[in-house]
Nanobody, 118 residues
Framework: QVQLVESGGALVQAGGSLKLSCVAS????????MGWYRQAPGKQRELVAR???????DYADSVKDRFTISRNPAKNFVFMQMNSLNLEDTAVYYC????????????WGQGTQVTVSS
């Protein structure tokens, strides 16, 4: 079992910045990689940014050059710096842990709301 807890969501004006954080815990966490997804009202959940199992980063085209994903050396914290926020970034942001070894398995946090106002 992996537990994920996000924080950092808030109401922010367009053009502003936010930093999301997610902390993971669990006895076998070392075999997981982490990332961020989001879901806007009426839309499907989509990838925002993640670390791949190979250690590279992967970003949605809509956030490239604006968002930056990072993690601590122990890889149990993942962060996402979000700059130049726009109205389309409004969504619930979910932290994800994906198992890299063995059968595919994903865990999700409870989500944190990001609302961008004009």
């Amino acid at each position: 079992q992996v537990q994920l807890v996000e924080s950092g969501g808030a109401l922010v004006q367009a053009g502003g910045s936010l930093k999301l954080s997610c902390v993971a815990s669990g006895s076998t966490f070392s075999i997981y990689t982490m990332g961020w997804y989001r879901q806007a009202p009426g839309k499907q959940r989509e990838l925002v940014a993640r670390f791949t199992c190979g250690g590279k980063t992967d970003y949605a085209d809509s956030v490239k050059d604006r968002f930056t994903i990072s993690r601590n050396p122990a890889k149990n914290f993942v962060f996402m710096q979000m700059n130049s926020l726009n109205l389309e970034d409004t969504a619930v942001y979910y932290c994800n842990a994906h198992r890299c070894n063995g059968p595919s398995l994903d865990y999700w946090g409870q989500g944190t709301q990001v609302t961008v106002s004009s």
